[in-house]
């Protein structure tokens, strides 16, 4: 190959110029009947969401961090109520339960790199009211564990499903185990739109009609105020353009765990490096890869040749785990997780990418490794 690519981690105006002529069309169409706030294109998407994952209430919301905090705060939450989560997840987990009026619990993360039930039990404390998984890039945790330990323990569940639209744990999608959950429909994300928008999900209609009070100034689906709420409405553009990204959908997850599966070809048998699972390497899960995300030996020195060889990569999260933000007042130390952070990296993983460019990827990884 001759020529440099340049691969960045992700491309976001492909986001719009990959589908720009259904867009603009959508854009028209929508905007020629003034249906911008509440109308049938978010009621549509929202009665498709709920289809396609199984959940029997589905939701528009402004964004899944506020999602997230509606689970929280649909179920009761009181001040100094403590919830349970990985350090390994966005801010974002951590910050819903905060704002619901809880205390944030980090505990390490299992084998797996999701939450670890048996950190959750030691976790447990006369407070405790909740566990909040994170279904990281595109996996749902062991679902059967959490839900066990919640039942057992008399504990809510509100899953951060924010990466994880159309994964599923033996056969059930993310967000549709416990109490509620949020999807995120952030550009990057597996279903991206254009701006900022999320959903929540739901199986409980006195939990979705809490959720929709509080995303519509406290207005019920009738329109009689019956409580405070605010506004986290999705708009209805928005919706539009996810109804119509949500017919492909499982090309998108199709493409993703092609890739998954090429990575996982390429370099599975380096020694260096640990990958995650390989789609269809346990029956029990069905990952969509939101993101590639793997250990490597000499994590820094990877990223700094893949940078110089035009390939863009991320360390999540900025670097740190959500207990590793020392203004944030968090008192533990969880050497699991700080240990995975001094090695993990992501590498690109969207549609945008080409067989070759993924192949590229491969190739610069191993000459770092082999020369
Ligand atoms: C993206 C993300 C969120 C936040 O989603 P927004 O829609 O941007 O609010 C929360 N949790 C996780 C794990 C995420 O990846």
Request: net charge negative; charged share 25%; proline share 4%.
């Amino acid at each position: 190959m001759s020529a440099k690519i340049t691969i960045p981690f992700f491309n976001y105006p492909r986001v719009y110029t990959d589908d720009r002529d259904a867009f603009l069309e959508i854009f028209d169409e929508v905007g020629k009947r003034g249906a911008f706030i509440l109308q049938k294109d978010l009621s549509q998407f929202e009665s498709t969401l709920a289809q396609y994952t199984g959940a029997r209430y589905a939701m528009g919301v402004g964004n899944a961090t506020d999602g997230l905090e509606f689970g929280w705060m649909s179920i009761g939450m009181r001040p100094g109520d403590e919830v349970i989560f990985s350090s390994h997840t966005m801010l974002a987990t951590a910050a819903a339960i905060m704002t619901a009026g809880g205390v944030p619990i980090p505990v390490e993360l299992g084998a797996d790199n999701l939450i670890d039930p048996d950190a959750v039990e030691d976790a447990i404390t006369p407070r405790t009211v909740g566990i909040m998984p994170t279904q990281l890039n595109g996996r749902t945790c062991d679902m059967d564990r959490i839900m066990a330990i919640a039942a057992r323990r008399g504990l809510f569940v509100v899953e951060d499903a924010a990466q994880a639209l159309g994964s599923k744990f033996k056969s059930k999608h993310a967000g549709t185990f416990g109490d509620a959950s949020a999807i995120s429909f952030f550009p990057a994300k597996v279903l991206g739109c254009l701006g900022d928008g999320g959903g929540f999900l739901t199986n409980d209609y006195a939990i979705a009609d809490k959720a929709w009070q509080l995303h519509d100034h406290g207005r019920d689906m009738d329109g009689e105020v019956r409580s405070w709420g605010r506004n986290s409405r999705l708009d209805n553009l928005q919706a539009a353009f996810l109804l119509h990204r949500l017919k492909t959908y499982d090309q998108v997850v199709a493409r993703r765990r092609a890739i998954a599966s090429i990575y996982q070809v390429r370099l599975g048998d380096m020694p260096e490096l640990q990958l995650p699972p390989a789609p269809d390497s346990d029956p029990d899960h069905f990952d969509v890869y939101q993101n590639y995300e793997l250990q490597a030996d000499r994590r820094d020195e990877l990223k700094e040749h893949l940078r110089i060889n035009g390939i863009g990569t991320l360390i999540q999260w900025g670097g740190k785990a959500v207990h590793q933000w020392e203004r944030l007042g968090f008192q533990v130390r969880l050497p699991k997780t700080e240990r995975f952070f001094a090695r993990c990296i992501m590498l690109p993983m969207n549609v945008f990418l080409s067989d070759d460019e993924v192949h590229y990827v491969c190739d610069q990884v191993y000459s770092f490794y082999r020369g």
